[in-house]
């Protein structure tokens, strides 16, 4: 079964800090991965989008890594700032472009 | 520029109620989706459209119909609402599959 898993489920750190997020999927096959980033009460914005050939993409303060050999992804969020403060999804395509399976989130708070 | 918008924000029906969720976009985008979005899961694909005058299902159709009689809007109904259609419902829209979707705010709806 076509998955993606998250983890933390939820992270507080302090405005300034550094964090980094997970993404393990099981998806096959792969055509890309995407991380979106979720306001409260708002939709989803897309963050980065990376095919299978891309190992790191940069959008202002974030990065997102993939090895797809191991079917992990990473967002890094560098000297955060309290409107980072969200959800932040990590979202997989198989060859469908579309059909994309949704993980469920990580929540982040940033405390001053 | 307005982007994609729904309608209405907000809707509390009772059960067997019928009502029509309405998305419209303004960026000429050919693909249109309805999601719903379920505490601690990831979204889910109900239906979607490749272009005006197509539907096609997706992984939760049940209890849903859609139709595309224009580019620019994409609309839900639901025939006989139920309790297990409370949801928030995201429709999002981009000009091809590999693009990045963008969403409108979402429909908040609650089925008592």
């Known amino acids: 079964k076509n998955q993606v898993e998250q983890s933390p489920q939820s992270l507080i750190i302090l405005e300034g800090k550094n964090c980094t997020l997970q993404?393990?999927?099981?998806?096959?096959?792969?055509?890309?991965l995407r991380w979106y980033k979720q306001d409260t009460g708002r939709g989803p914005v897309s963050l980065t989008i990376?095919?299978?050939s891309e190992n790191t993409k940069s959008n202002g303060r974030y990065t997102a890594t993939l090895d797809a050999d191991t079917k992990q992804s990473s967002l890094h969020i560098t000297a955060s700032q309290l409107s980072d403060s969200a959800s932040y999804i990590c979202v997989v395509s198989a060859d469908s472009n579309y059909q994309l399976i949704w993980g469920a989130g990580t929540k982040l708070i940033i405390k001053p | 520029n307005a982007g994609v918008t729904q309608t209405p924000k907000f809707r509390v029906l009772k059960t067997g109620q019928s009502m029509t969720l309405l998305c419209a976009q303004d960026m000429n985008h050919e693909y249109m989706y309805w999601y719903r979005q379920d505490p601690g899961m990831g979204l889910r694909l109900i239906h979607y459209s490749v272009g005006e005058g197509t539907t096609a299902k997706g992984e939760v159709p049940d209890g849903y119909n859609v139709s595309r009689l224009k580019k620019q809007n994409f609309l839900l109904g639901l025939e006989s609402a139920a309790p297990s259609q409370t949801s928030v419902y995201f429709c999002a829209s981009t000009k091809e599959g590999l693009r990045p979707q963008h969403f409108g705010d979402g429909t908040r709806l609650s089925i008592l």
């Open positions: 990376m095919t299978f």
């Open positions: 993404c393990n999927y099981t998806v096959s096959p792969f055509s890309n």
